[in-house]
């Protein structure tokens, strides 16, 4: 309670003088304060689409009004983490929170925070449970049953209480903290079935009672009031992921690769996604996360890339998901060993002049194209000591760091700030030409090529331990 008051006056020094030009059960006002702040910003979102952009002020605090808001779950990001909020009309949600432990230290105060502070209660439970669960999934299906319907009764328990305490809490919002403790319940039966499947091969005998599968018939797939909730949507994710699975082994599965890497397995996946989920967004975004996790293992058999790729076309109906994954693909293409860069692919230097990506390469040794961004601080950090190690490993290594920024003059200032002079620097153009360009699917992705400029391997990792190998021949 001592974070109170400076919060309301907070609400105060900023609202008041809306407040009295607007009615404030049509408004929603939405503050707070950030201990040890990532980023100048807090970005708020509704169903996936951008709301407004608060910026913090030299107190690290900021302050937002939505007008004609509508109820429901917004999700605020405050780089690089993000949490989920409930706002309905009328509200005054205030925070605080501490980046260092980003939702452990959120909490509530102003009209709208019971159920918030609740929601994270719920957030944190279904976090501590995880451990836990995993243990459990190594005992029989009956027993596993009683465990987490167990940990499910503690949760209903604390949301009964909630309910007697907040009596004017809205069904909706009822509603959606039944959704969140059902489907993590959900989501720990589909983990014990991903954990039984591996111990299965080693026991043929394991069985599953019928009784476990119960639940399956109170499945929503497409409920468009959880499909821009992540938990919900990594869910279904992980429903379809078994869904397929367990067909492959049904039909005795014999494939010379990991069966969740196969093209069989993720073409199951495609037609499950379109045979069962219609809500567009929810649908789509399947679609695409099946289509990365696939290229993403599949980076050299081509013909079975493009069987994948023809099926996912059919099935997608979004045309901005189809041109992403359609340079992705192609990306992968053209990056097959021994093909060079194309003369089409170019990045910018500090003079702001446009270099073509096939004139960077050395006659002197290898060269190894390596990416960041100013956006993740940790990851530009730790890839440029990996590089500089690899400098000092191999002295004839000509390095290239290709930056994801597009803002010119803060990507020279980061680049200063390197302090990495055997390095060349650019910078891309277009953000999304990343993928056809580059089949830039993970930042610690690395492209090599030979003296000629010839591509080595352009789906290496730092942190592969075969690195090496790539760079000694």
Known sequence: MKYFTPLLLLLFCFGCDDANKTNTD????????IINPGDEYVILYHQGKYVDSLKLDDNNRFMGKLKNPKDGLYKFYHYPEYQYIYLEKGDSLLLRLNTFKFD???????????????YIELFLLNASHERPVYQYTKLNSETFLNKIDSLQDIKLAKQKKFFIENPDVSDAFKSFTDKTIQYRNFRYRETYQNMFFKRKKKDSTLKIVSSFYKYKSKINMNDSTMSHYRPYARYIMQYINNSSYSECLQKSWKGDKALNTSLTYNKNKLNIIDSLVTYPYLRNELLR???????????SDIIKNNEFFKLYQKIAKDDKSKEEITNLHNGIKSLQSGNNF?????????????????????KRGKTIFYFWTSEQKRHKRLITQKIKALAKQYPNLNIVGISLDSDHKRWKKEVKDFNFKSSKQYRIGKRENVLRDFALISINKLIITDRSGNIVNAFADIYSTTLNDFLKK
């Open 26 to 33: 049509d408004a929603v006002y939405f503050g707070g304060e």
């Open 104 to 118: 452990e230290s959120l909490f509530f105060t102003g009209k709208g925070a019971e159920k918030n502070n609740f």
């Open 289 to 299: 996360f099946t289509a990365y996790s696939y290229f993403r293992n599949n980076t």
């Open 342 to 362: 194309s003369n089409q692919i170019f990045v910018y230097d500090d003079k702001h002049a446009r270099i073509p990506v096939s004139r960077l390469n050395s």
